[in-house]
């Protein structure tokens, strides 16, 4: 029972949680208190324990996807040209393909994103944020199924820290994550589009 209650302080400490506004039950703020970091994502998610053991990363999981942190700290080599090369280092050292690089605005970071498919054909999105007003680097790795990259995009864009970690009100609840059967049909329903347009063009 003392073991459960030191895990739940752990807890407590890394990454709590709080819901949002009333009527925008899909969606929470999760808070990094180390880093003094917070993003929106949907309910559901939890941090493995194993994570506790390197304070410069975390995770967060959920039945359909899995998100991981790593903090840096910033130095003479944080630059875009080096992020970029960061970037498709670790696209190919997760052996991704059909990779390229994303626009993504994240207020009080600059963002470096890169988006691909993984060898299982998940989808898998690669991020950078430069804090502009602190030290703090952040790198954002998101597996997800298709059809899920909005709800992606999403928790990118709502990534805040200090004075800025709140939950964000205005913006319209988050989508749910969608299940993999129907990830699936939705890809092989775009896929079928595909064919069929490609047919016309060659007809012609």
Same mark, same amino acid.
């Given at each position: +029972?003392?073991?459960?209650?030191?895990?739940?302080?752990?807890? &407590?400490?890394? @990454?709590?949680?709080?819901?949002?506004?009333?009527?925008?039950?899909?969606?929470?703020?999760y808070t990094w /208190?180390k880093y003094d970091?917070?993003?929106?994502?949907?309910?559901?998610?939890?941090?493995?324990?194993?994570?506790?053991?390197?304070?410069?990363? &975390?995770? =967060?999981?959920?039945?359909? %996807?899995? %998100?991981?942190?790593?903090?840096?700290?910033?130095?003479?080599?944080?630059?875009?040209?080096?992020?970029?090369?960061?970037?498709?280092?670790? &696209? +190919?050292?997760?052996? %991704?393909?059909?990779?390229? %690089? +994303? $626009?993504?605005? =994240?207020?009080?970071?600059?963002?470096?994103?890169?988006?691909?498919? +993984?060898?299982?054909?998940?989808?898998?999105?690669?991020?950078? *944020? !430069?804090?502009?007003?602190?030290?703090? !680097?952040?790198?954002? @790795?998101?597996?997800? *199924?298709?059809?899920?990259?909005?709800? =992606?995009?999403?928790?990118?864009?709502?990534?805040?820290?200090?004075?800025?970690?709140?939950?964000?009100?205005?913006?319209?609840? #988050?989508?749910?994550?969608?299940?993999?059967?129907?990830?699936?049909?939705? #890809?092989?329903?775009? /896929?079928?589009? $595909? #064919?069929?347009?490609?047919?016309?063009?060659?007809?012609?």
């Open positions: +029972m003392r073991l459960a209650s030191k895990y739940f302080r752990i807890f &407590a400490l890394i @990454v709590t949680t709080a819901l949002l506004s009333a009527g925008k039950a899909s969606a929470k703020v /208190e970091i917070a993003f929106d994502a949907p309910e559901g998610g939890h941090v493995p324990f194993s994570f506790f053991q390197d304070p410069s990363s &975390a995770q =967060v999981n959920w039945d359909e %996807m899995v %998100m991981t942190l790593q903090h840096y700290i910033k130095n003479e080599n944080t630059t875009k040209k080096n992020l970029e090369e960061r970037l498709k280092s670790r &696209a +190919m050292g997760f052996n %991704m393909y059909d990779t390229k %690089m +994303m $626009k993504i605005k =994240v207020k009080g970071f600059k963002c470096y994103p890169l988006e691909g498919t +993984m060898p299982d054909g998940t989808r898998c999105i690669i991020a950078y *944020l !430069v804090s502009e007003k602190t030290s703090t !680097v952040l790198e954002i @790795v998101v597996n997800y *199924l298709y059809g899920n990259q909005e709800v =992606v995009e999403d928790i990118i864009k709502s990534f805040s820290e200090g004075n800025d970690k709140k939950p964000n009100e205005t913006e319209k609840p #988050k989508q749910k994550i969608q299940k993999k059967k129907d990830a699936d049909k939705e #890809k092989q329903e775009l /896929e079928k589009e $595909k #064919k069929r347009r490609n047919e016309k063009t060659f007809e012609c």
